[in-house]
Structures are given as structure tokens and as C-alpha cells.
T-cell receptor, first 113, second 113 residues
Framework: QKEVEQNSGPLSVPEGAIASLNCTYS??????FFWYRQYSGKSPELIMF????GDKEDGRFTAQLNKASQYVSLLIRDSQPSDSATYLC?????????????FGKGTKLSVIP | DAGVTQSPTHLIKTRGQQVTLRCSPK?????VSWYQQALGQGPQFIFQ???????QRGNFPDRFSGHQFPNYSSELNVNALLLGDSALYLC????????????FGSGTQLSVL
């Protein structure tokens, strides 16, 4: 079974701090990695995707990928109370014709004012 | 742009009944995926439809079936409902070739009594 693992949290950080969310995956051939944010009672929304090893920055968000370690992370700088949500790591499985996005259980982030 | 629309928003059924959920994709999107999200879990892939065909299926029994229409809208049908089918059912649309860049609808909350 190809899996995506996340610490369920909750992860609590003070306002203005850096929140670090981590994810590991089991399918070594996976090529595409995604972070979705899900507010309580709402549906997931895509915030970042990364395909290559290294860092990708978008505003206050940085996604980091290390394929050798099968590890993806999301950093949120200058965390705001509005960032309080569950963050879902998702991996597009490898293989020809694979369209299945596999999600982790999510990490609940709480930003304390 | 109306985004992804799902109906109904809530549904209550009893064991053994059948249910149909509906989804209209975001304008310009041709691919529809269905996910099941239990409370406290990440979304689980049910199947994906493209060009009116089921392109890939997750680990769900045949009681779960679907359809895609020429206008790209889609239906999810679940037969012989079980208590364990109670969950949030999410429809996500995308443009083919964009992999895991999904746009989710607000979901249908199904309760099986």
C-alpha cells in the first residue's frame, strides 16, 4: 500500500513564527507533490505544488522536496491566525497512466494570537 | 466563474438504500475525480472520469459507480449503503495534464442511518 504520512498534530505556533509541516511518502517513484489547506467545515484548496528537488517559494509559503529521503515539507513564515487550518500533503503516484492523488491524514495547525 | 458545484449539500439515507451525488466541474475543466473523506482523515480517491470513461479507480467496491456526461459533469452512485459509507464526498475537477492540481467542490455530507 502506497502511503503518505503526516503528523496529525495539533501543531501550535505563536503569531509571527514559522510553522513547519512535514510529510513522508512511500512510493519512491512519485514525481509530483502537493499541499492543500482545509479550513474546518470547508473543502481542500491547493496552495503549493512542487515537482523538483529543492525549495519553491510563493509568498509566505515555501515547499521543500527531498526525493532521496522521500520527504516533503511546507514552511509558513510570519504565521497568521488565518493560517489556522488542516494542511494536507498529497502525492501523485508514479507509473504510466496514474492519476490517483494520495492524501495524508493532514496536520492541524493552530496559530495563537 | 462558478467553480466546482456539488449537489445536494447534505443527505440522510438508511442502510441498503441507493444514493446519487452530482458534480459540475469548473469552467474549462474536463476531468472529474471523486473522493471520500471520513472525519479526521484525508480524502480517499474513489475514481476519476475523463472523456466519459472511468480512467482510474481507487480501492473502493463495485457498489461505488459513476458516470461522466458530454458536458463534463459527473455523478457518483453508491448502492446498498452501509453505515461506513457515512462521510463527506468531494468532487474535484481539473484540466487533463495538470496532474494533482485539483479544484474541489464544497462536498456532499452523506449520513447513513
Amino acid at each position: 500500500q502506497k502511503e503518505v504520512e503526516q503528523n496529525s498534530g495539533p501543531l501550535s505556533v505563536p503569531e509571527g513564527a514559522i510553522a513547519s509541516l512535514n510529510c513522508t511518502y512511500s512510493d519512491r517513484g512519485s514525481q509530483s507533490f502537493f499541499w492543500y489547506r482545509q479550513y474546518s467545515g470547508k473543502s481542500p484548496e491547493l496552495i503549493m505544488f512542487i515537482y523538483s528537488n529543492g525549495d519553491k517559494e510563493d509568498g509566505r509559503f515555501t515547499a521543500q522536496l527531498n526525493k532521496a529521503s522521500q520527504y516533503v515539507s511546507l514552511l509558513i513564515r510570519d504565521s497568521q491566525p488565518s493560517d489556522s487550518a488542516t494542511y494536507l500533503c498529497a502525492v501523485l503516484l508514479s507509473g504510466a497512466g496514474s492519476y490517483q492523488l494520495t492524501f495524508g491524514k493532514g496536520t492541524k495547525l493552530s496559530v495563537i494570537p | 466563474d462558478a467553480g466546482v458545484t456539488q449537489s445536494p449539500t447534505h443527505l440522510i439515507k438508511t442502510r441498503g438504500q441507493q444514493v446519487t451525488l452530482r458534480c459540475s466541474p469548473k469552467s474549462g475543466h474536463d476531468t472529474v475525480s471523486w473522493y471520500q473523506q471520513a472525519l479526521g482523515q484525508g480524502p480517499q480517491f474513489i475514481f476519476q472520469y475523463y472523456e466519459e470513461e472511468e480512467r482510474q479507480r481507487g480501492n473502493f467496491p463495485d457498489r461505488f459507480s459513476g458516470h461522466q456526461f458530454p458536458n463534463y459533469s459527473s455523478e457518483l452512485n453508491v448502492n446498498a449503503l452501509l453505515l461506513g459509507d457515512s462521510a463527506l464526498y468531494l468532487c474535484a475537477s481539473s484540466r487533463t495534464g495538470t496532474g494533482g492540481e485539483l479544484f474541489f467542490g464544497s462536498g456532499t455530507q452523506l449520513s447513513v442511518l
